[in-house]
């Protein structure tokens, strides 16, 4: 592929590796911008290349600096928005704030909808992002969203592994559908960690559903971020007598305790993927090991720039 000025990709400061992966894939180089910040801390953009009537994808990942990089992705969707772009695609590899998807007590945001209603008064067509924490979050949005699965590139790793006797856990019951596909996938056995959450970040294990013992135990989740449920998971497989625990997760935020809690656990490999950059390096948190996802997005928007299906890079249930 060619790159052309009606085909156009930029990235936002937040995930710049992927996004260089990512445009190498497709043949592509990211476009010429200038995304600073003023002395006061506000956000500058200004694009260099010419987008009238171009198809425009924007890579951000809004993570770490949640707050500052959904303003940098608003800025440079109004920016091209007010230059005559035809089409604006945000390509969120994470979407930030997606934990908070329903009123569930009283008086609280639900802030997945009001980042949804944020997008779209930016000027964005479309928007691609991958293992959303909920996907009825999709139903937010009046403009078309595509929400990839990161279960393709964990399945290849862990068959290339060739584990044997594998059982697939989910973290909590939220988790069953993909953990069932992904079990079925692998010719695996099911089992569900029965948990209790009693505030932001915390979680209260109860019991093991499933017959984990003597077993290689896969827990298979989309968000790592205190690590406080996984490491609880982990202990809990092994009191049941699982021979070798891992860990399947998309994105890998790692805050608060997260990492110290990784290394204090019995885990063998925590396979995250390439959709948040790891803020450890390997001498840190030797367990944890990323997969990338750039292939699959340059698949995704290639599909979307030349308007083919996209299903095609879903697995079949």
């Given at each position: 592929?060619?790159s052309?000025?009606k085909?156009?990709l930029?990235?936002?400061?937040?995930?710049?590796?992927?996004?260089?992966?990512?445009?190498?894939d497709?043949?592509?180089?990211?476009g010429?911008?200038v995304?600073?910040?003023?002395?006061?801390g506000?956000?500058?953009?200004q694009s260099?290349?010419?987008?009238?009537g171009?198809?425009?994808?924007?890579?951000?990942?809004?993570c770490?600096?949640?707050n500052?990089n959904i303003m940098?992705?608003?800025?440079?969707?109004d920016?091209?928005?007010?230059?005559?772009?035809?089409?604006?695609?945000?390509v969120?590899?994470?979407?930030?704030?997606?934990?908070?998807?329903?009123?569930?007590?009283?008086r609280?945001?639900?802030?997945?909808?009001l980042?949804?209603?944020?997008?779209?008064?930016?000027?964005?067509?479309r928007?691609?992002?991958?293992?959303?924490h909920?996907t009825q979050?999709?139903?937010?949005?009046?403009?078309?969203?595509d929400?990839?699965?990161?279960?393709p590139?964990?399945?290849?790793?862990?068959?290339k592994?060739?584990?044997?006797?594998?059982?697939?856990?989910s973290?909590?019951?939220?988790g069953?559908?993909?953990?069932?596909?992904f079990?079925?996938?692998?010719?695996?056995?099911l089992?569900i960690?029965?948990?209790?959450?009693?505030?932001?970040?915390?979680a209260?294990?109860?019991?093991i559903?499933?017959d984990?013992?003597?077993?290689?135990?896969?827990?298979?989740?989309?968000?790592?971020?205190?690590?406080?449920?996984l490491?609880e998971?982990?202990?809990?497989?092994?009191?049941?007598?699982?021979?070798?625990?891992?860990?399947?997760?998309?994105h890998?935020?790692?805050?608060g305790?997260?990492i110290?809690r990784?290394?204090?656990?019995?885990?063998e490999?925590?396979?995250?993927?390439?959709?948040?950059?790891?803020?450890?390096?390997?001498?840190e948190?030797?367990?944890?090991e990323?997969?990338s996802?750039?292939?699959?997005?340059?698949?995704?928007?290639e599909?979307?720039?030349?308007?083919?299906?996209v299903?095609?890079?879903?697995?079949?249930?």
């Amino acid at each position: 592929m060619t790159s052309n000025n009606k085909f156009l990709l930029f990235s936002g400061s937040s995930n710049k590796k992927l996004a260089d992966e990512i445009a190498a894939d497709l043949q592509l180089k990211l476009g010429r911008s200038v995304l600073d910040v003023f002395s006061d801390g506000e956000i500058r953009f200004q694009s260099h290349e010419n987008v009238r009537g171009a198809d425009v994808f924007i890579i951000q990942s809004l993570c770490k600096d949640s707050n500052f990089n959904i303003m940098e992705l608003l800025l440079m969707a109004d920016a091209f928005k007010r230059a005559s772009a035809r089409r604006i695609t945000a390509v969120i590899t994470y979407y930030a704030y997606a934990r908070q998807d329903r009123k569930d007590r009283p008086r609280v945001a639900i802030s997945a909808r009001l980042l949804a209603d944020l997008l779209e008064t930016a000027g964005f067509s479309r928007v691609l992002t991958i293992d959303l924490h909920a996907t009825q979050i999709q139903g937010f949005f009046s403009i078309p969203v595509d929400n990839l699965m990161a279960l393709p590139v964990f399945i290849t790793h862990f068959k290339k592994m060739k584990l044997s006797n594998l059982v697939i856990v989910s973290p909590d019951a939220g988790g069953v559908e993909r953990a069932r596909i992904f079990a079925q996938k692998l010719n695996a056995d099911l089992a569900i960690a029965d948990k209790r959450r009693t505030a932001p970040n915390v979680a209260e294990l109860m019991h093991i559903i499933g017959d984990v013992e003597g077993k290689n135990a896969i827990i298979v989740d989309d968000i790592i971020d205190t690590a406080g449920t996984l490491s609880e998971t982990i202990k809990a497989l092994k009191k049941k007598g699982a021979k070798k625990v891992f860990a399947a997760c998309t994105h890998g935020i790692f805050s608060g305790q997260a990492i110290q809690r990784i290394n204090d656990s019995p885990v063998e490999k925590i396979f995250v993927t390439s959709t948040i950059p790891l803020r450890v390096n390997k001498s840190e948190c030797p367990k944890i090991e990323v997969l990338s996802v750039a292939g699959l997005f340059a698949a995704a928007i290639e599909s979307i720039h030349k308007e083919t299906s996209v299903s095609k890079l879903f697995l079949k249930k």
